[in-house]
């Protein structure tokens, strides 16, 4: 019933391979279905020759929302739920790992930016090459020159390990860094 519900499509799996095209997040579309409003989908494409995605824009452009979707199609292709897109395309992930949002904590004494140091941390020592890394504002909450090259660090050990990472910001040495 979800899948007619939402105009999913079936699973196709290829070692190394992700592709989606006309993709949406399930919550959002539902969510907007009340409204005049519908989901911008998205496409991406990658393989095994470019496992490192660098995403930016304006704020409030779908940055954020773009991690979000691929990460629960992924989980939910990987549970065998058809996803809601025209067509997609999955590897098999041993896992999906990601630091979206701020998890800063009074309590436990972290910062915002040390509680992303504390899930990259935890992310690097978890990661393989059949991971997906998804990072949201990368580097941010800290000094800009220090936060851009602490994320170049992070996102090329991820690239060495081979694992599909994916990740937003605005700062402009890790665009340098992409091309």
């Known amino acids: 019933q979800f899948g007619r519900d939402f105009d999913c499509v079936g699973l196709t799996f ?34 095994t020759e470019s496992r490192v995605l660098i995403i930016s824009g304006p704020n409030a452009g779908g940055k954020t929302v773009l991690l979000k979707t691929l990460g629960l199609l992924t989980l939910m292709a990987q549970s065998g739920i058809p996803v809601p897109a025209e067509s997609a395309t999955f590897p098999i992930m041993d896992r999906v790992l990601a630091d979206i949002g701020d998890q800063q904590s009074i309590t436990n004494q972290l910062s915002t930016f040390s509680a992303h140091v504390v899930a990259i941390k935890s992310m690097v020592e978890a990661a393989s090459v059949g991971s997906m890394i998804l990072l949201d504002e990368i580097g941010s909450s800290t ?30 040495r890790l665009k340098m860094y992409a091309e």
């Open 143 to 172: 000094e800009p020159g220090e936060g851009a090259a602490l994320a170049i660090a992070v996102l090329e050990h991820f690239r060495q390990t081979g694992s599909l990472t994916l990740a937003t910001t605005h700062y402009n």
């Open 14 to 47: 290829s070692e190394g391979r992700l592709q989606l095209a006309g993709a949406r997040h399930p919550l959002l579309e539902d969510n907007l279905r009340a409204g005049p409003h519908e989901p911008v989908p998205l496409g991406l494409e990658m393989d």
